[in-house]
């Protein structure tokens, strides 16, 4: 019977940039005039970070991979798929090819 097979693997992005943003925050609280410029310049990229949509992380974590694994070309390619897989064996075939076909059409960062 059809869809009782293999489960799909949600792919889910964890941010800790809220903490992260909750630490800096709290240090500038308490700095010194001298450390000042540059936690506000680190409260900044922290905050940016957090912005971004899930698809950028998702095709910069695709990225990642294909390069751990020396893979040239498209992203959405067999060999990229393939190594998608391998990087997490429980990556379903559709995700994998969904997640590919998502890093091809992000602009790289």
């Not at 798929?81 to 075939?93: D, M, N, T, V």
């Amino acid at each position: 019977m059809f869809g009782l097979g293999k489960q799909e693997m949600s792919v889910l992005v964890l941010r800790d940039a809220e903490d992260i943003e909750d630490a800096v925050r709290a240090a500038l609280g308490s700095a010194p005039p001298e450390e000042r410029p540059g936690l506000e310049r680190t409260l900044a990229l922290v905050t940016e970070a957090g912005t971004r949509p899930d698809g950028e992380l998702h095709a910069r974590w695709v990225r990642q991979v294909l390069a751990k694994a020396g893979v040239q070309g498209p992203p959405d390619s067999v060999p990229a798929i393939k190594a998608l897989r391998e990087a997490a064996p429980g990556l379903s075939l559709l995700s994998a090819v969904q997640l590919a076909k998502s890093a091809a059409a992000t602009p790289a960062a």
